[in-house]
């Protein structure tokens, strides 16, 4: 698996972090591996960060991933937020092919360049989240 995970329950967050090199099957299994855990929390906040990968995947290849995604993820998701961290033009513009791909998910998706602008952006759901707000 190209891809660890960390959960941070203060945080209200998942953070999942790229290798150098990804596949289609990297992002599903890791997901697959992160709803399997019984500190997952589907309604945290997500953030993907994929600036450590140099092989950029290919529009084929994000198709899949979305395609997977919708049959064997959103479905055990009850909402949330995923932040797509991204450090290249090339994964800025496959990120929002997925983003685009995944927009009737009832997961927001979003494409950053700045950490902490991702993270502010996810921090809002938890906010609300944690005071009982929509």
């Known amino acids: 698996m190209s891809f660890t995970y960390r959960v941070d329950h203060a945080a209200r967050r998942v ?11 990297d992002f599903i299994e890791v997901f697959e591996a992160a709803l ?7 309604t945290y906040g997500r953030l993907w960060d994929v600036r450590p990968a140099l ?14 995604y919708a049959a064997r993820i959103e479905p055990r998701l009850t909402a ?11 994964y800025y513009g496959l990120s929002r092919m997925f983003a685009g791909l995944s927009e009737a ?11 902490a602008e ?15 707000g929509g």
């Open 15 to 25: 953070t999942f972090t790229a290798s150098t090199t990804l596949t289609v099957a």
């Open 36 to 42: 399997e855990n019984p500190e997952f929390d589907p």
């Open 55 to 68: 092989d950029p995947l290919d529009g084929r290849q994000v198709r899949a991933i979305a395609a997977q």
């Open 80 to 90: 949330g937020r995923s932040a797509l961290l991204v450090g290249s033009d090339v």
């Open 105 to 115: 998910a009832r997961v927001e998706f979003r494409v950053f360049r700045d950490e």
């Open 118 to 132: 991702a993270v502010a952006w996810l921090d809002e759901l938890g906010e609300r989240a944690a005071t009982g």
